[in-house]
């Protein structure tokens, strides 16, 4: 009745969209951390595998039923996963607290484990039960397989990415009272989910999970303000990237001024539109776009956008935003860029952090001020900067004065620190080694040894390529092509939220084109032409492009990554089906080259997103890259 076909299509669909669906769940309960989306998939990609080369155990599995009974199961399990992970979570941590690396692996291990298992089991498993009737080429079983993901991951991205999807919208808005008992609405955009909470009358906003701003901080903006006030006397166009009660406190400080509000996420503009004075304009635009188009000077620009936890905010942190910031300030005018920091902590983590900003903030704006604020600090830049000295109140010079903040300037001025730029995204990293180090004294310390052995991850490849056993040489070669791809695929990743923004709504875009560009490779190792030297050669040329555009505005363009993914995808194929062809010569078990391929793919996303691109940044990460192929390159020349 159904053929292989369609089952194969049908587990790549369920496969991507479960993918996405759970990834989501956990950039929200990880506050929208990217290094989730490297980290799940590196699991996702590890159990998958670990479940392939099960499948030559299991004997007991040999009817169609049975495969079809593990696909509508994993259908039905993708919403008790969510529900449990939404169960479990309040009863786990605190709202707003760091995860310690040992939680992170143990909620992903529990969500993920026997889902990918079961993914894993499916494929090797489907190509026996419908080859005892028909035969099945494992090759165009992978073909249909990527088929389904692609269409998968397009259905995520246009119709589900953005709706309570696989929960209805009542289950959906219950579950999530679990994590929010005082929930009042909860939605996801294409950046992220917004929840808002009220209690007893404050209204409460959450972004990922991550509290925003309240309708109670009348003395925060108030604070901010008497900071802020002495160093521009009556401006006439101010730009705010803040909060709508921030917002207001300036309309109220400046009514004659020319006020604009730049919000990039229209779905959260709608849950607080009605709280901004309605003489304040509204711009829906990515703030980054909105600068480098924009031909306005402003008097004042203020930038409030939270800590650079995630790359999403850390993009507004870097020597590009500043740069673009400066360009759109008058002859007089003042940059505020503001975030909050323990002040009472200056641990060696805290201090790298804060030096990477600070360094980075003089580095675009050789005249500059810090200023410090009850957790929260003020960086002031422009050209003509300086204090009016009739405009310094009470409060000015007590935060001025405070020995806290001469502290604070001699650490971040005295310590060295690399600048936080798009490809190296410094500030972003230390974050996370800054809050590992509270939580786990020694797990920064531990991260920095694994780092500076990870390079030996090449020796380890001649080693492995120069084996005698042929089927280990091509295991190899699998593995380390896979790992190179999939490293790329978490580069994309990352650089798209840096460089586009709307991550949230567009990673199963991402793997979806990706996966389209396997299938597109499948179906290239057909053509006599394409033999693996020739796929490892023009891959090696291809990446070095990639790397030379890096620097082009090209890249601030979301077709750029698009595209390259698709790219880089077409190798993956091409790749998976050439070395599948000569392994199945030696060894007729489909599952352990399918295996070889997710093991190596699964240790590129681990460790690409949390030891390379940390600790080496984009540019040396490709060069790695690049020496990873050209040894593959060597082990088939040889050949």
């Not at 509270?438 to 310390?445: E, Q, T, V």
């Not at 050669?537 to 890249?555: R, V």
């Amino acid at each position: 009745m159904f053929g292989w076909q369609v089952f194969f299509f049908l587990l790549g669909l369920i496969s991507l969209v479960g993918q996405a669906t759970l990834l989501r769940e956990m950039a929200t309960l990880f506050y929208g951390n990217e290094i989730v989306y490297s980290l799940g998939l590196g699991i996702w990609l590890a159990f998958t595998g670990l479940g392939s080369l099960l499948s030559k155990k299991i004997n007991f599995l040999k009817r169609r039923w049975h495969s079809w009974t593990i696909l509508f199961a994993l259908v039905l399990l993708l919403p008790v996963f969510i529900l449990l992970l939404r169960f479990l979570t309040p009863k786990l941590i605190l709202r707003g607290e760091a995860l310690p690396p040992f939680l992170i692996a143990s909620i992903f291990l529990l969500t993920f484990s026997s889902f990918c298992l079961s993914l894993g089991l499916s494929f090797p498993l489907a190509i026996k039960t419908f080859k005892s009737k028909t035969q099945v080429p494992i090759n165009w079983g992978y073909f249909w397989e990527t088929l389904g993901l692609i269409v998968g991951g397009l259905i995520f991205s246009f119709l589900l990415g953005q709706t309570s999807f696989p929960l209805p919208e009542k289950i959906n808005f219950a579950s999530t009272k679990w994590q929010f008992p005082q929930l009042s609405g909860v939605v996801n955009s294409k950046y992220q989910r917004i929840t808002v909470t009220e209690t007893n009358g404050q209204l409460n906003y959450f972004l990922n999970g991550q509290l925003s701003f309240t309708t109670n901080e009348d003395l925060e903006n108030k604070n901010f303000l008497n900071l802020v006030k002495p160093y521009t006397d009556n401006p006439q166009k101010i730009l705010l990237l803040t909060n709508p009660t921030l917002a207001n406190f300036f309309q109220k400080q400046f009514p004659d001024a020319e006020i604009k509000l730049l919000e990039t996420d229209e779905k959260y503009l709608q849950t607080w539109r009605l709280l901004l004075d309605h003489k304040i304009e509204i711009l829906v635009l990515d703030l980054r776009k909105f600068l480098k188009s924009h031909s306005g000077k402003y008097d004042l620009i203020v930038c409030s956008p939270g800590n650079p936890q995630t790359l999403l905010t850390n993009r507004l942190f870097t020597k590009e935003s500043f740069d673009l910031f400066k360009r759109n300030l008058d002859g007089r005018g003042i940059f505020v860029l503001s975030f909050s920091l323990p002040i009472d902590y200056q641990g060696k983590e805290v201090i790298a952090f804060g030096a990477s900003i600070y360094q980075t903030f003089k580095k675009v704006f050789p005249v500059n001020e810090l200023l410090v604020k009850e957790g929260q600090i003020l960086l002031l830049g422009g050209s003509n900067l300086s204090a009016n000295a009739n405009l310094k109140n009470e409060f000015f010079l007590s935060q001025f004065q405070s020995t806290q903040r001469k502290k604070i300037i001699e650490d971040w001025s005295s310590k060295k620190e690399a600048i936080n730029t798009d490809l190296i995204p410094v500030a972003f990293f230390y974050y996370q080694l800054f809050w590992q180090k509270i939580l786990n004294f020694k797990f920064p310390y531990l991260l920095s040894i694994t780092a500076k052995f990870a390079p030996f991850l090449l020796l380890i490849t001649l080693f492995l390529l120069l084996n005698k056993k042929r089927s280990l040489q091509l295991g190899a070669i699998m593995s380390m092509s896979s790992f190179v791809l999939i490293s790329l695929e978490t580069l994309i990743i990352f650089m798209f939220q840096t460089k586009i923004g709307y991550l949230f709504g567009q990673i199963s875009l991402i793997f979806s084109l990706f996966l389209a560009g396997m299938a597109a490779g499948v179906g290239l190792a057909r053509i006599p032409f394409v033999t693996l030297k020739r796929s490892f050669l023009i891959l090696l040329i291809s990446l070095l492009l990639f790397s030379w555009l890096l620097k082009s505005t090209i890249t601030e363009e979301e077709l750029f990554w698009l595209v390259f993914a698709f790219i880089f995808g077409i190798f993956g194929g091409a790749n998976f089906s050439l070395l599948n062809n000569f392994y199945l010569d030696k060894d007729k078990n489909p599952g352990l080259i399918y295996a070889f391929d997710l093991f190596g793919s699964s240790l590129g996303a681990l460790l690409a997103g949390t030891i390379f691109l940390p600790f080496y940044g984009t540019r040396q990460f490709l060069l790695g890259l690049i020496g990873i192929i050209f040894v593959c390159v060597i082990a088939k020349l040889r050949k």
